[in-house]
């Protein structure tokens, strides 16, 4: 069991900035790393991923030139810095690893972003 801790959401004008934490333990590794991202009503949606051994990330056309996706190997830690943000941003924003070889992939527990107008 992989138990993973997020943090820095929050309430923010549109325009604003937030910075997400995604923390894990420090004895696994992961072949991908990611945020998702669901809207009132709606599906969870991916967002950002990043690979840890090539540092190959992925972003959601929504989000591209918005959003940053980073990973600080010393701490097992994956953030998304999320800039210039909208109203249709807001939601919960959970992140899901993914063990390597396949081995398993787990949630995080979501932190509410909510973005005003």
């Known amino acids: 069991q992989v138990h993973l801790v997020e943090s820095g959401g929050g309430l923010v004008q549109a325009g604003g900035s937030l910075r997400l934490a995604c923390a894990a333990p420090?004895?696994?590794?992961?072949?991908?790393m990611g945020w998702y991202h669901q809207a009132p009503g709606k599906q969870r949606e991916l967002v950002a991923t990043i690979r840890p051994r090539t540092g190959s990330t992925y972003y959601a056309d929504s989000v591209k030139g918005r959003f940053t996706i980073s990973k600080d190997n010393t701490k097992n830690t994956v953030y998304l810095q999320m800039n210039s943000l909208k109203p249709e941003d807001t939601g919960v924003y959970f992140c899901?690893?993914?063990?390597?070889?396949?081995?398993?992939?787990?949630w995080g527990q979501g932190t509410q972003v909510t973005v005003s107008s």
């Open positions: 899901k690893v993914e063990l390597t070889g396949r081995a398993g992939r787990y």
């Open positions: 420090v004895i696994f590794t992961f072949d991908s």
